[in-house]
């Protein structure tokens, strides 16, 4: 485990994290309440700061995806293998989808978080539209360029190339075991430069935090008071849900897991960004004793399918538009929402403010106007902070559940993958 932190060092991350999210809460509102001359530049400091870990982040992103993801398939060794761990992943990940649109759904009718609602004037945000076209999502998935797939981080378009090419190093022989090896220490390198990257955490967090106070004040957040108590209640109840499957495979094994997982989260729970996570939960993975070739496999395809947290948000930001509005929608048409969603969810990962993309290219299709989005815009951050968090959460039950089913997941550090 050649780059896994130390447990104080861990704890230090962890500590630092928090202080930075208390700090960025009270400086937000302060600076809101007390100096409001000052926003705009408040705005712009935290702009920088998040902007500048964030495209950090986004560096290391291909070339470690790409990396990890050749030498797992290398390490898998043969196609079998390969099929029989993304057959059992990509079940679990349809499983999973299905069941947090389905607890998004009957928390909206149990809820009625739109109720009282007033519907406002509609806005222009046909910069989110993105009809969702079964033929252009399977085109997509094929990447023209893996440059340019990698230039734009497109995870789906990079795990397709990835994959490919990793099924393809048997072939090649002693060429392939060099590639094999390259990857391997690429992947070593790229961990390595994350880990750097990841110094810089503590000031995104506070950054991202404390501009949107700064800009919104407490007043937004009492004003969507219901609805954010109401969606983050969603969320626990799915985190439950989640961690009950997941010890029904992992047993005992899901509390050092747990422990483990709760950096990343944290992580993506305060950037509001999966990718700013993804490397941390790879490492956190390892040290839960998850081997890497698995996780270098799992965690990009999740990144791409498994979006439990966005997923869920799909089918109670539909229910609460409809609501708002005042429209009825039947049980048929709300089953028939669910799967289209299923669908239209996995062809949009990577793209910014994918669930609200997501969710204006299924409304028209339900009768419900896609101005209903204003609702939601003012107060997306904070949602997709709890979004953010549960899709690193989902995938970190994934990967150790795959482990745990191929009967590799150890009691201790993985010891033997980068």
Known sequence: MALAAQPANTRKRTYAILIALVLGVVTGLAIHSFLPAYVHDAEQIASLLTGLFLRLIRMVIAPLVFATLVSGIGKLGDDTLVLRVGGRVLLWFV????????????????????????????????????????????????????????????????????????????????????????????????????????????????????????????GMLMQFGRFLVEFYSTIMAQWIVLTALAFCVLGPRLKPLLKNLVQPVLLGFSTASSESAYP???????????????????????????????????????????????????WSQQILMVLVMMLSSKGIAGVPRASLVTLVAVLPQFGLPEAGIALILGIDHFLDMARTATNVLGNGYAAAVSAKWEGVLSDGPAEDEF
């Open 95 to 218: 499983g999973m989808s299905f069941l947090s649109l389905v607890i998004g759904l009957a928390a909206a009718n149990l809820l009625q978080p739109g109720a009282g609602f007033s519907a406002p004037l509609p806005a222009d945000i046909s910069s989110l539209k993105h009809p969702f076209q079964p033929i252009d999502f399977v085109l997509h998935i094929v990447p023209t360029s893996i440059l340019d797939a990698m230039a734009r981080n497109d995870i789906l378009q990079i795990v397709v190339f990835s994959v490919l090419f990793g099924l393809s190093l048997p072939a090649a022989g002693k060429a392939g075991k060099t590639m094999l090896g390259w990857s391997e220490e690429l992947s070593h390198i790229m961990l390595r430069m994350t880990d750097m990257v990841m110094v810089l955490a503590p000031l995104a967090v506070f950054g991202s935090i404390m501009g949107s106070l700064a800009h919104s004040g407490i």
């Open 280 to 330: 941390l939960l790879l490492e956190k993975l390892e040290e839960s004793g998850v081997p890497g070739r698995i996780a270098g496999f799992v965690l990009p395809l999740g990144y791409s399918f498994n979006l439990d947290g966005s997923i869920m948000f799909q089918s109670f930001g539909a229910i609460f538009i409809a609501q708002a509005y005042g429209i009825h929608l039947t």
